[in-house]
């Protein structure tokens, strides 16, 4: 069984920082991910690392902006944003599977419930 808890998410100004944070629970699969979903659209890839953070993925949009991480020791994923713009409002999920092109299925992927961001111009 596992679960993933994001924290809150919330609101702020283009150019600003906010961080994400992801606790897992149970097992933890090689495939730690960001996902979102902006209104209207479909969900897409923001960053995912894997053996622990060795190797990592970003979208071209988040590039030089964002990163992942991954704190093993307490078991939760982050996600650090920077000079954030107000198209990278939408609804954040974290997820975990074997592999993390499992994730663009949905099959065998665990996900937390999502968090809203909203950046303001």
């Known amino acids: 069984q596992v679960s993933l808890e994001e924290s809150v998410g919330g609101s702020v100004q283009a150019g600003g920082s906010l961080r994400l944070s992801c606790v897992v629970r149970?097992?933890?699969?090689?495939?730690m991910a960001w996902l979102r979903q902006a209104p209207g659209k479909a969900r897409e890839p923001v960053a995912s690392?894997?053996?622990?953070?060795?190797?990592?993925f970003y979208a071209d949009s988040v590039k030089g902006r964002f990163t992942i991480s991954q704190d093993n020791g307490d078991k939760t994923l982050y996600l650090q944003m920077n000079d954030v713009k107000p198209e990278d409002t939408a609804m954040y999920y974290c997820?975990?599977?074997?592999?993390?092109?499992?994730?663009?299925?949905?099959?065998?992927?665990?996900w937390g419930q999502g968090t809203q961001v909203t950046v303001s111009s």
């Open positions: 149970g097992y933890t699969y090689n495939c």
């Open positions: 690392l894997t053996n622990g953070g060795e190797r990592t």
């Open positions: 997820a975990t599977a074997p592999i993390c092109k499992a994730i663009a299925t949905g099959r065998n992927t665990s």
